[in-house]
């Protein structure tokens, strides 16, 4: 509704993972080269971790995307709610490979006997678990057990570990010395630095139709605004800028003020923690993002937004 207002042809700030949008700095150019080279060189296990929205499934659609122009064989697994048979039946599904056995030990047979011809046709097999942070053990101890399958110097099967912190913190446990051993690349997502946050704006801005001579639609101070209360995860600088534009459009405020920003961020509770600067603050804050409570909060604010698209209900409208 906001689109001619701003002279938009669609929506910049949708939450799906759009690889148009893809936003490069050299932080995630560098984590894209390695995850990558680490599949091209056969390395076995890569992990990605990162925090809550920070753009680890944008980056691994990035890779499949990839990887499909390479013609790989590619299995996506983001359920990680399954136990160890159920795993294999996954990852057999998605790698297409028809097999009527239940057994664990056939099922294991024929996976290899696959993976031996596509290695031999040059071809390379890449297994992603999205999501992983909530793997049991045994599923975790099945999946180390997947890089035996090896000729006497390759890895047969790429397998790239993709989840929240908290993964990593699993993976530093003592029961899972083992798997840890097995990573050969490690690989990060981080928060937008401001000015990051600036030109991941103005990028998607841009690419939905903005142009260079175009008077701005947010205000330098309003992007200020939208790292503070964001901290630079992408997932919360599209919430903030998507809402702001809906509540600018209903002002007719052009560009758009640093209060309109922090009005949504009252709105959606994320001036609970102060957002100041501090590395302390910022520490609590990346916590919150983290915790179910700020995630419910966020699913109910966007409910009541969607229940009451054209006026929703603001708390802390003033
Ligand atoms: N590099 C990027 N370029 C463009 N958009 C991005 C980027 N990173 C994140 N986003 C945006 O932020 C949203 C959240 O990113 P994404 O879903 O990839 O995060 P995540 O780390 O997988 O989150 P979760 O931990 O909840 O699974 C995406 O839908 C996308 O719109
Ligand atoms: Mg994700």
């Given at each position: 509704m906001y689109k001619r207002f701003f002279g938009l042809?669609?929506?910049?700030?949708?939450?799906?993972?759009?690889?148009?949008?893809l936003f490069l700095t050299k932080q995630i150019e560098e984590t894209l080269t390695a995850l990558m080279y680490g599949i091209q060189t056969r390395k076995g296990i890569l992990t990605l971790t990162g925090e809550v929205g920070t753009g680890k499934t944008t980056l691994i659609n990035r890779v499949l995307d990839w990887l499909n122009q390479r013609a790989a064989k590619t299995a996506f697994l983001?359920?990680?709610?399954?136990n160890s048979s159920q795993l294999f039946d996954f990852v057999l599904a998605e790698f297409d490979i028809p097999c009527e056995l239940r057994s664990k030990s056939q099922q294991l047979m024929k996976l290899n006997h696959w993976l031996l011809e596509r290695y031999r046709a040059g071809e390379t097999a890449v297994l992603i678990l999205d999501e992983?942070?909530?793997?049991t053990f045994p599923v975790l101890e099945e999946i180390r057990l997947?890089?035996?399958?090896?000729?006497s110097g390759e890895k047969l099967l790429q397998i790239v570990v993709s989840g929240q912190s908290e993964l990593e913190e699993k993976l530093n446990l003592p029961q899972l010395r083992q798997f840890r051993q097995r990573i050969m690349i490690r690989c990060k997502t981080n928060h937008l630095t401001k000015e990051e946050t600036h030109a991941y704006i103005v990028e998607r801005l841009r690419i939905a139709g903005v142009g260079p001579?175009?008077?701005?639609?947010?205000s330098q101070a309003a992007m200020d605004t939208v790292h503070l209360y964001s901290l630079g995860v992408p997932r919360v600088v599209n919430l903030l800028c998507e809402h702001s534009l809906i509540n600018a459009y209903v002002e007719h405020?052009?560009?758009?003020?640093?209060k309109t920003v922090e009005d949504i961020a009252h709105e959606f509770q994320l001036d609970v923690v102060e957002p100041t600067a501090s590395p302390e603050s910022l520490q609590t804050s990346a916590e919150l993002y983290n915790s179910e409570a700020f995630i419910q909060n966020l699913g109910e604010a966007l409910f009541r937004f969607r229940m009451f698209p054209q006026n929703p209900p603001l708390r802390g409208r003033k």
């Open positions: 042809r669609e929506s910049p700030f949708n939450v799906s993972p759009d690889p148009r949008y983001f359920n990680s709610r399954m992983a942070q909530n793997l997947l890089t035996n399958l090896e000729t001579s175009n008077q701005p639609i947010f405020e052009r560009p758009i003020l640093p």
